[in-house]
C-alpha cells in the first residue's frame, strides 16, 4: 500500500479508538468462532487489541456442543423440547462442569496465553447471577433458568481492575442449586444492567438480510422501529428472529448500540468497530446515530 | 450456661476477634470435612463467621476422589507413581473440570447460599499459578506440574473487595496448558506469598501426637526447630511428615503461624482460633509466641 | 466447659460483633457503677471491649455525690429544690471543677490505665454543649442549664480518631458562663443528635419491672408505644418514669435502642449487648426488632 | 494615621503573615498574663487574631497562685522545698483538680466566648504526658513529675482539626496516677516534639537585660552560644537563668526560635511577632535569622 | 510610631486577612497605574502582597495608548465610532499582538521579577473567551467583539495552581479569527463567570463623587439601588457612568463587592482591602454590608 | 481497499495506540510545515488525532521569517553574526512581540478552531525558561539567551489537564528582561527536561541521507553512536549537522527517541509515528530498539 493508502485507513480509524476509550462492549461469543480453531484465535486477538487501545470488553460464551459431546461421553440422555434442553439434576451437573470447568478455562488460557489478562467466572461466583426455575405448560424443563436478578459489581470490579471477565452462562437459583440458561440471554441482559455501551452477538449469519437468499441485501443500519416492523411484516424470519429481538432486548435495557456480526470471517469484530461501513447489521434506538457510534 | 460463665468465654474470646481483624487467613480445604455433608457446612459456617467479623479467609481446596470417581466413569485409566497421579492431557482435561468446574463450584455455591460472598478461580484467571512441568528421574508423570511463580495481586484484589476467593489446584504453564498440582503446596505457597497470618490446614488427624496412638499425646504448640527435631528423631512419621514440612515451608516464607487442625471435628476452626487451648497444633517461628498469635 | 458449649457461646456471640462494628454508643455511667471500685472496673473493661471489636462507645457521666462532698468539705451551702440543686456562681465553681477535674479525669486515667485511649472533654471545649438557664415558676435555681445546641463535630473526630470521649455534663451559656445540667438528659440528647445506634443507661434498678417487687417480671423488650402506655397506666412509676423517658426521648430523636441496664451487675454491658437474651429492658420505636439490634 | 502609615506598618506586617502560615506556635501562658483580667483578655484576643490569620497557636498553662488559693481553703498544707512544691496525694487531688478542672476551663471558656474554638486537655488525655516521679537527694517531693515521653498525636489532632489546645501541666505516671509538673518545661518540651516553629515565653520581665536595672539594655536577639556564654559570665542570672534555660531546651529540640516576652504589655505577642523590631528577646541556634523568623 | 498605634493598624487589618483568605481577587488594571514606571510598580507589589496572604487575584488588562502607538509607527490609519475603535482585519493583527505579545508579556515579566508566578493568557487559549462581532447601525466596527461566552476553567486551574493568571481582553469567534474586545465588560464579565468575591476596577478617578469638583464628596460605599438611582438623578454623569455600570453588571452575577479605585494614588488596593475606611467607592448588593466585606 | 487490507493496516497500527498512550511527545513546529496553509493544517490536524488517542503532544515553535517581515516593516535593522540574529532592545521588543502576539496565537487559534485545546506560553510564563546573555568572541548579540534552567511545572501541569502548550521560544532573564533563543535549542532542552518519550522534530529535509543527491539514501534509524561516526566521517554535513547534534541532545538527556521528520509530506507525523517502517530518520541510545518505539 501506498503511504496516503495507510494514513486514509488511520485518519478514519482512529477517532474510533478515541470515541470507545473506556466503553463497555459486552461480547456473545458462540457459534463457528467457538469451534473453529483459526476463527478462536482471531476473535481472541481482536478483542485483544481491543483491551489494548482502551476498550473494555467482556466475554459470555454458552457451549451447547461440548454439553452435548460430554453426556454422550457419559451416556446421559437428554431431550430437547421447545428447543430447550430438559436437564436433570445429572445432565446439570455435566452442564456446570463443562461450561464453568472445560468451555470457559479454554477461553480464559487461550486469551492470557496470548497475553491477556481474562478472569473466569460464573453466575455462582458472588450469586451474581441470580434465577429461577423456567415455567412452561408444555413440560418440565428440569434445571432450566429465567433470570431474576443480575448483580455487576464483580464485573465492573474486575473491568476496573482491568481484567477481561470471561462468563459462563450458568446461574444460581434460591435453593443453592445451578440452572442451565440461554446464554444470548445472559449477555444481553448483563450489557443492559452494565450500562454497556455495546452488544455484540457473534453468530453464524451475515447479519440482517432483506432476503434471506441474498448476502448484498444486508442491512448494515437499523433503528428499533425498523427492527420491529421487519419482524412483524415477516421479513425479518426464522432463526434470525431470536438474534434481533436478544438485540432489541439489549437497546430497550439502555445499550447504546447492538450488532449482529458474522463469527464466521476473520476479525468481523474490528471490521466492525473501526470503519464507517461496518461489516454486519447494527441496531440503534435512533438512527440518526452514526453507524459505529 | 449462667450469666457468668457465657461473660468469661466472652471475656476469653473478644480479644482475638481484635487480634484477628483483617488477618488473612489461608485455609487448605479437604479430607473429610470435605466429603461429609455435615462436616461441610459446619466448616462453611466457621469461615462465614472467622469473615463477618473482620478476619480474609482465603480457601484453596484440591479434590482427589471427585477426580477418580469421573475417571472411573469415563473409563480414563490413571495410575499412581511414587504417590503422584500419572496424568495424560485426556485425564487433565477431565481433572481441570471436575475441579474447577464441580468441585470448586461446589464450595462457592453452597457458602454463597449460607449468606458469603465467594468467588472462585483457578490458576489459570490471572494466570496467576505459574507452574512448569515436574521432573522425575523414576516417571513422566505427565501434566504435573510445580509451582514456578504465583502473582496474588487478583486474591488480593477479591479480599480487599470483601470477596472470601477459593482456589482450586490448578496451574498453567508457559506452554498455554493445565497442570495438575498437589493441593497442599499450593495453599501453604499461597499462604506465603501473600504473607497471611495464618495457614491452617485441615486434616484427618488430630494434629501432631508424640505417641500416634494416644489422642492425648498431642503437642499444641510447636516452635519451627522442635518440629524440625521431632521429624529428624522419627517422632513425625509417616503420612504426618508430609503435613508438618508443609506447614514449616509457610512458616519459612513469613506466614506467622501453621495450625494443623483435626477436619473431623465439628467447628474445629472456631476452637483453634478463639480459645486460648486450641484444639490443634500451631506451628510457629519462635515458641514464646502466645497460641493463638 | 466442654468444646460444644465453649461454640455454642460464641455462635451466638460472634453474630453481633458482626452487628455492632463501627457502631456508635452512648453510655450514661452513673450510680453504684460510678462509686464502687470493683464495679467501676468491670464497667470500664466491658467498654474497652466494645471498643476493640470496632464499637465506638461514647462515656458520659455527672456526678452527684463528689460534688456534694467537696461543696461540704469547702463549707458551700447548697440545697435542693424540685430535685434540682440551686447552684450559686460561688457552687457552680466547684461543680465545674469537681466534674470536669476530678470525676472525669479519674474516669479518663483509669480507662488508659487499663489500656484504652480516653479523652476527657466538657461542654466548654469547642463550647460544644449550649445551654441557657433553666426557668421555673417555683425558683431561680441559679446555674442550672437547660440544652440549647448541641455541636457533635469535636466528638464525632475524637470517635473517628479511635478515642472514646469521656463527657462531663457541663455546659455553656452565651454569657461565657458554665452551668449545670442533668448527665442523664445530657447522655440522651447527645446520643440522639450523634444518631447513636443504641444509648445505654446504667443505672440502680435491674430495668423496668412489672412488679416493682418482683426481679422476674422484667420486660426485657418494649416498643414505644408499650412504654408510653405503661407510664400511662401508672405501671411503671417513681424514679423509673425519668429513666423510661431518658430512654424514649433518645428513641424519638432517632436513636435504634435505648437500654436501661443494672449497673450493679457484673458485666451488665456485655450480658445485654452480646447474647440474644439480655439482662436488662430494651425499648425501640416497633417492637419487631430483635432483642440486641 | 494618615494614609501613608497605615500602608507602612501593612507592609511591614503582612508579609509576616504569609512566613507564619501555618507554622506551630507553643506560647508558656501565666504570671500577670493570667491574673490580670485585661491582661487575659487582651492576650486570648492576639492568638485569636494568630489564628485566624492561619497560624496554629497551642496554649500551655500552670496555676500556682490558684492552687495555693485552693489548698487554703481546704486547709492542706504544703511545703516548698528547692522551690519546688512537695505534693501529698491529697494535696495533688486539689492540684489536678484545680488545674485541669478550673485554671483550664477558665482559659477555653474565655477563648470560646469571643469566638475561639479552644479544647481543654491534660496529660491524663489519651495518656500524652507520660511521667514519672520525680527524685531527689534532697526530699521526696511526692507526686511531683519528670516528663519521660510526651506523645504528640492528640495535639497535633486538634491543631489540624483548627482547634486551638489549652493544655494543664499534670502527666500521668505509669502507676495510673496524676502528677504536677513545671508548666515551663511542660510547654518547652511540647513544642521540641511537635517541632514548633516558635516557643513564646510569656512572664513578668521584660526580656533578657544586659543590665538588669536599665530595661534600655533589652537584647532583642541572641544565638544560642551568646545565651550559653551571658549564663556562664554571669549577666544572665537569677530568675532569669530558668526562663532562659527552658528556651534553650526547646531551641536544642528543635523549635525555630524561643522568645521571652513581657505578659504585663498589652498585646506583647503582636508586637514581638509582627514588627521587623520586637519587644522581648528572641534566641536562635544561629544569629544570622532575621528577627522576627 | 509608638507601639500602641501599631498595635491598633493590626488589629485593624488583621481581620480582613482572614476574611480575604482564598477569596478571588478579579482587578482590571490600566488608566495610569499602567503608564507610570512608579504606580506599576506598586501596583504589582499590592498584588504580590495580596496572594501573598492567601488571596487569589485574577489581573485583566487592556492597552489602547500602545496600541495606538504601534498602529501609528506601522502607519495603519484606525478611526474611532460611537467611542469605539473601528479595527480592519490589518489592525486586529497589530491589536492582538501588542496585548498579547507586548503589554501582556510585560505584566507578567514584572510581577515574576519581584517574586510572583504569573502567567499571561488571553481568549484564545482553550478558547475561553467566546465571542461574535458587535452589531451597530451606525458603522460596521470591524473585528470589534461582545461577549457569547466564557470559560473559566483554564482561569480556575491556573488560581488553584496558585499561579496569578494576567488575562489579555482578545476575544475569538466562531470563525477563528481575534476579536478587540473593552477590557472593562471582559473584567467585569469573567469576575461574574467565576464568582469572584470582589471586583476592583483601577481607574484615573477618586471613585463616585457627589459633586465631581469636590473630592471630599465622595461616596465610600453604595447599594446597588443608590447607584442605579444617582445615575438616574444624572448625579453620576459622564464618563463616570460606564465605570459604575460596569460594576452593577458584575454585582448583578453574582459578585460579593465591586469597588471603583484611585489607580493614581499608590497602594490604593491595599487602602480600600485592609482598612474599614476604604479610598474608593465599594458597591454591593444590599448596603447594610461592611464596608471591606 | 479490500477488507483485509484495512485490517491489516489497523492490526499494524493499534498496537502503537497502547504503546504511545500517555506518552510525552515534544514537536519541534518549523519550516515549511509552518508557512504553508495546506501543511500548516494538516501538522495540527495530525497533532489532534495524536492527543484523541491519548499521546501528550507538546509543541514549540520559533519564527524567524515572521520577525524579519515585521522589523522590515517598522524599519529596524538587524544584522546576522555567524548566523545569529544580533538583537538590540529595540528588536527585541519586535521579536518578542511577534513570536508571543502574533505566531503564538495564531497556531493556538488554528488548534483550537479545528477542536482542540490548545495553550500558548512563552518563557516568561511562570519564568519557567531561565536564561542568560550569550557569550561569544567574536561579537555581541544583544538580546540573545542561553538556556539556564528550566522548570517544566507548567508544562506538566497544562498537559495533566489534557492540554495541549504551544511554546515560543522567548525566555527570562535574571534582570527581568525578555531574550530570543533558537527554537530547536528550546524544543530539545524541554523533552530532556520533561522526559519526554519522543522529540520530533520538523524540518524540510527528507532525514539523514548517507548521500545527499539520493533520497532512497534514507537512514530509517541511527544509534547515538552511528549518528556520531557519521558526523565524524562528514557524511552527515551542512544544515543537516545542527539537526542530529540537536536530537543527540535530546537524547543525552534521556528522551526515549528524537526522529527528524520531513514537513514538506503531508502527515509525516502519523506516518512516523504508527508503522513500522517510518518516513523519517529516527535516532535512539541503543539501536536494538523497534522503529517507531
Same mark, same amino acid.
Given at each position: 500500500m501506498v503511504h496516503s493508502e495507510k494514513v486514509e485507513v488511520l485518519i478514519e480509524a482512529l477517532p474510533y479508538v478515541n470515541r470507545f476509550y473506556k466503553q463497555i462492549i459486552v461480547i456473545k461469543y458462540g457459534g463457528n468462532a467457538m469451534t473453529s480453531e483459526e476463527l478462536k484465535e482471531a476473535v481472541l486477538y481482536d478483542i485483544l487489541l481491543m483491551k489494548s487501545v482502551g476498550m473494555l470488553p467482556i466475554i459470555v460464551h454458552g457451549g451447547g456442543p461440548f454439553i452435548s459431546d460430554m453426556l454422550g461421553k457419559l451416556e446421559i440422555e437428554s431431550e430437547f423440547v421447545d428447543g430447550i434442553r430438559v436437564t436433570t439434576e445429572e445432565a446439570m451437573e455435566v452442564v456446570e462442569m463443562v461450561l464453568a470447568g472445560s468451555v470457559n478455562n479454554d477461553i480464559v488460557k487461550k486469551f492470557n496465553h496470548i497475553g491477556g489478562r481474562a478472569i473466569g467466572i460464573s453466575?455462582? &461466583? &458472588?450469586?451474581f447471577l441470580k434465577v429461577k426455575k423456567a415455567q412452561s405448560d408444555s413440560a418440565d424443563y428440569g434445571y432450566v433458568g429465567e433470570i431474576e436478578d443480575i448483580e455487576v459489581d464483580l464485573i465492573r470490579q474486575l473491568i476496573e481492575s482491568d481484567y477481561v471477565p470471561v462468563i459462563s452462562s450458568v446461574g444460581m437459583g434460591e435453593d443453592g442449586k445451578s440452572y442451565n440458561i440461554n446464554a444470548d440471554t445472559v449477555a444481553s441482559a448483563i450489557a443492559g444492567k452494565i450500562e454497556a455501551d455495546k452488544f455484540m452477538l457473534l453468530t453464524d449469519i451475515e447479519g440482517v438480510l432483506l432476503d434471506r437468499n441474498d448476502p448484498d441485501s444486508l442491512v448494515s443500519h437499523l433503528s428499533k422501529k425498523e427492527a420491529e416492523d421487519l419482524i412483524a411484516q415477516g421479513i425479518i424470519s426464522g432463526g434470525m428472529i431470536p438474534k434481533v429481538e436478544c438485540c432489541l432486548d439489549a437497546i430497550k435495557q439502555g445499550v447504546r448500540a447492538a450488532h449482529i456480526i458474522d463469527g464466521r470471517m476473520k476479525h468481523s469484530l474490528l471490521l466492525e468497530l473501526f470503519f464507517d461501513m461496518g461489516i454486519g447489521t447494527m441496531i440503534t434506538n435512533e438512527k440518526e446515530k452514526a453507524h459505529a457510534d
Open positions: 453466575g455462582m &461466583d &458472588d450469586q
